[in-house]
């Protein structure tokens, strides 16, 4: 089963224009992670955010975690063509189990 | 580049048949993991090993079988193939045993196009 899942399932901005992808997760999580996928490509680390942590920063990215309602959001800014791809959130439980990925958000940024 | 190597690339395959992927991960990780990336199912976790033993196990048929031998690397072998296996076959490693939740940041290699005829 998964335990993030993203939302929107596909997001078309133009260049410029800030995009919002949110994630919801099931379990109690020690960490939160984003990755982005260019099409057919390996999955890239963006940002980890911590259970403890409430809003991280990095470069044009800024990922936000509500641990009480179960839900991340990832914030790129001044979007640029280059961001097209899609974009995942992944969790791991507390227990050691499962580390898995939802089912992504596919981000189109027109030039 | 992650430092992640996996091998084959592409392979084609015949349904019945079976095939080995291989991964390398990188220098000092003692995680790897599996993932199978289908366009209708997204990316199903599979398998994780940390230092040789299995950790963790996810959405694994039982005609799949991975293993992690003592050099690090891992294998995925896929038999009795079907069309439904066609996808692409990811192997991520990190640091981290994954333990109680200590998952840190997974290096994903470039995939294994896997297409089953």
């Known amino acids: 089963s998964q335990q993030g899942e993203e939302d929107p399932q596909a997001l078309s901005i133009q260049e410029g224009e800030n995009a919002t992808m949110n994630c919801s997760y099931k379990?109690?999580?020690?960490?939160l992670q984003w990755y982005r996928q260019n099409s057919g490509r390996g999955l890239v680390h963006l940002i980890l955010?911590?259970?403890?942590?409430r809003e991280k920063h990095s470069g044009r990215l800024r990922v936000t975690l509500d641990t009480s309602k179960k839900s991340s959001s990832l914030l790129i800014t001044a979007s640029r063509a280059a961001d097209t791809a899609s974009y995942f959130c992944?969790?791991?439980?507390?227990?050691?189990?499962?580390?898995?990925f939802g089912p992504g958000t596919r981000l189109s940024v027109l030039p | 580049d992650s430092g992640v190597t996996q091998t084959p690339k592409h392979l084609i395959t015949a349904t019945g048949q079976r095939v080995t992927l291989r991964c390398s991960p990188r220098s000092g990780d003692l995680s790897v993991y599996w993932y199978q990336q289908s366009l209708d199912q997204g990316l199903q976790f599979l398998i994780q090993?940390?230092?040789?033993?299995?950790?963790a196990k996810g959405n694994i048929l039982e005609r799949f079988s991975a293993q992690q031998f003592p050099d690090l690397h891992s294998e995925l072998n896929l038999s009795s193939l079907e069309l439904g296996d066609s996808a692409l076959y990811f192997c991520a490693s990190s640091p981290n045993s994954g333990l109680a939740g200590h998952t840190g940041e997974l290096f994903f290699g470039e995939g294994s196009r896997l297409t089953v005829l």
């Open positions: 090993y940390y230092n040789g033993e299995e950790r």
């Open positions: 379990t109690s999580i020690n960490n």
């Open positions: 955010i911590r259970s403890n942590e």
């Open positions: 992944a969790t791991g439980d507390n227990y050691g189990q499962n580390f898995v």
